[in-house]
C-alpha cells in the first residue's frame, strides 16, 4: 500500500505541473509572484531563509536565428558576387541598390543576437526534491517494514525503541516535514 501511494503522489505531481503548462511555463510563473510568498510563518525566519519563486538562472544570446540569417544573406552576397562579375565581363555596372555592402558593415537589425533570459525557480525545485525524496524514502522503508515484519522485528503500532515502527515512524514523519 505505501509503495502505491508513493506512485500516486508522484503521478499528482507531475499531473500538476503538466496541468500548469510544464516547468518552464510553470517557473516564469512563479517568477511573477510577490516575494512575500516565500516568506515563513512567524518564528521560523530565524531558522529558515525565505524561498525565491523565481530567479534568472543565466542570460545569454540566442545566435540560432543569427547563423540563418547570416548563411542567407552570404548566399545572397554570392549571388550578387557572381552577377557583378558575369556584368564586369560584359562591360555593364550594377544599380546602386543591387551592389554589396563594404566589408565591415554592420548587419542589419534582423540579424543581430537576441538576448533571452532563462530561469529557475528555488521553490519550485525545492518542493519538486522534497515530494521525489518521499517517494524514494517510501518505497525503501515499505521494503524495511516487509524485511523486519518478516522477522518479527517491525512490532506495528508499539512505540518501543526494540521495534521497528518507531523508527519508520519517525523517519516518515522527517520526510513529510522537510
Not at 510577490?34 to 525566519?45: C, D, E, F, I, K
Not at 550578387?80 to 548587419?107: D, E, F, K, V, Y
Amino acid at each position: 500500500r505505501d509503495c502505491y501511494e508513493a506512485y500516486v503522489l508522484y503521478n499528482f505531481l507531475q499531473f500538476l505541473i503538466h496541468t500548469l503548462g510544464g516547468e518552464e511555463d510553470l517557473m516564469l510563473l512563479l517568477k511573477d509572484k510577490s516575494p512575500t510568498r516565500g516568506v515563513h510563518m512567524w518564528g521560523l525566519q530565524w531558522c529558515v531563509k525565505p524561498w525565491l519563486m523565481g530567479q534568472p538562472v543565466s542570460r545569454g544570446f540566442d545566435f540560432t536565428k543569427q547563423k540563418q540569417q547570416q548563411q542567407q544573406l552570404a548566399a545572397q552576397q554570392q549571388q550578387q558576387l557572381q552577377l557583378q562579375l558575369q556584368q564586369q565581363r560584359h562591360g555593364q555596372t550594377l544599380p546602386l541598390q543591387q551592389q554589396l555592402p563594404p566589408q565591415g558593415a554592420l548587419p542589419p537589425p534582423s540579424i543581430r543576437p537576441i538576448k533571452r533570459v532563462q530561469w529557475t525557480s528555488p521553490f519550485f525545485k525545492k518542493c519538486k526534491l522534497g515530494v521525489l525524496q518521499y517517494v524514494l524514502l517510501k518505497v525503501i522503508l515499505s521494503i524495511a517494514v516487509m524485511i523486519l515484519e518478516l522477522h518479527g522485528i517491525y512490532k506495528e503500532g508499539d512505540f518501543t525503541p526494540k521495534g521497528g515502527y518507531l523508527y519508520i515512524c519517525i523517519l516518515t514523519n522527517l520526510s513529510q516535514c522537510w
